[in-house]
């Protein structure tokens, strides 16, 4: 069982940065792919991105490529997503997600695809 709590959201202009992190408890953290999804209003959940159990390998929707990161820190037991060059679209809800994974099964990419879901953090992209 983990728990997952995110935090870090906020209001920023378009073109600024943004970081929200994931903290976890419970047992066998670094046993666990963990993915990033958002929500905006009115839309499905979608793909944010992805980093396997050891954190050297990560996976990004072709939208936040090049903007976003994804890293992990198993001894804290966090996951971060550092979002930069932000837009009006980027505006959602975003949450973590986490899967009990063999290490070699870590491109996981539909939110069916995990057990364990935080409550969200809102991120919001105006002027």
């Known amino acids: 069982q983990v728990q997952l709590v995110e935090s870090g959201g906020g209001l920023v202009q378009p073109g600024g940065s943004l970081s929200v992190s994931c903290a976890a408890s419970g047992r066998m953290f670094n046993r666990h792919t963990l993915g990033w999804f958002r929500q905006a209003p009115g839309k499905d959940r979608e793909f944010v991105g992805v980093i396997s159990r050891s954190g050297s390998n990560t996976a990004y929707a072709d939208s936040v490529k090049g903007r976003f990161t994804i890293s992990r820190d198993n001894d804290k037991k966090m996951v971060y997503l550092q979002m930069n060059n932000l837009k009006p679209e980027d505006t959602a809800m975003y949450y973590c997600?986490?899967?009990?994974?063999?290490?070699?099964?870590?491109?996981?990419?539909?939110?069916?695809?995990?057990?364990?879901w935080g409550q969200g953090t809102q991120v919001t992209v105006s002027a």
């Open positions: 997600a986490a899967k009990s994974t063999i290490s070699s099964n870590w491109y996981l990419v539909a939110a069916n695809d995990y057990d364990y």
